[in-house]
Each structure stands twice: as C-alpha cells, then as structure tokens.
Nanobody
Framework: VQLVESGGGLVQAGDSLRLSCKASGSTFTTTAVGWFRQAPGKEREFVAA????????RHAESVKDRFILSRDNAKNTVYLQMNSLKPEDAAVYYCAARIGYSLISIYSRLNEYPYWGQGTQVTVSS
C-alpha cells in the first residue's frame, strides 16, 4: 500500500485545514486508516482512525471536538478536517494503513500500522 498525504500548510490559530491521504496498491475497502502527528522533539502520537467501512471512527481527546475524519472509498482517500486549529496542533501529520480484520475495526497504536506516508507539515501561528 502506498500512501500520499497532502493539504498541509501554514495557518493562523482558529483557522481550518483539510488533509488528504490517498492510497494505492491495494484494495482500499479492506484498509483501515489512521492519522498520527509528530511535533519537534516529541514522540509520534495518535490523532484519529477510521474503519474499513468508514462507519466507525476514533479521535484523540485533544482533537475530539475539532477534527473530523472521513473516507471516500470511491476515491481511495481519507480526509482529516481540522477546525479551530491551535499552535499545539503544529506537527508533521502522517497517515498510516493496515488491513482491517473487520468492517468496524479501528486501530490507534503506531505498531499496528505497517504502511506509512511521507507526512505533511502543518504549522499554526498564534
């Protein structure tokens, strides 16, 4: 599975961004996808994940009321809509993928994902 993220950039606090993760090389409908982020000097952390079907999602508490994760299986793409961005959201955002055991399985640990994109930078100025 190959993953390509896009949509990062420089925004001001309170603004919105939509990140995209486009997958290729595998049947997308069998793939569960997660988003992670890594700020300078910090460990990579879970942000959000979506099941194969798109019916189930999970978000980290720090983004739960601001970020929305969705997927369009017809376009092999997962979207992370980020609203009300804060300076502490600044990081490199990575999408990751794995085969989902069921239509509703969600995975939130780094070591559960064998496939990773190259990352996209999100910078939030205060």
């Amino acid at each position: 599975v190959q993953l390509v993220e896009s949509g990062g950039g420089l925004v001001q606090a309170g603004d919105s961004l939509r990140l995209s993760c486009k997958a290729s090389g595998s049947t997308f409908t069998t793939t569960a996808v997660g988003w992670f982020r890594q700020a300078p000097g910090k460990e990579r952390e879970f942000v959000a994940a979506v099941s194969r079907s798109g019916s189930d999602t999970r978000h980290a508490e720090s983004v739960k009321d601001r970020f929305i994760l969705s997927r369009d299986n017809a376009k092999n793409t997962v979207y992370l809509q980020m609203n009300s961005l804060k300076p502490e959201d600044a990081a490199v955002y990575y999408c990751a993928a794995r085969i989902g055991y069921s239509l509703i399985s969600i995975y939130s640990r780094l070591n559960e994902y064998p496939y990773w994109g190259q990352g996209t930078q999100v910078t939030v100025s205060s």
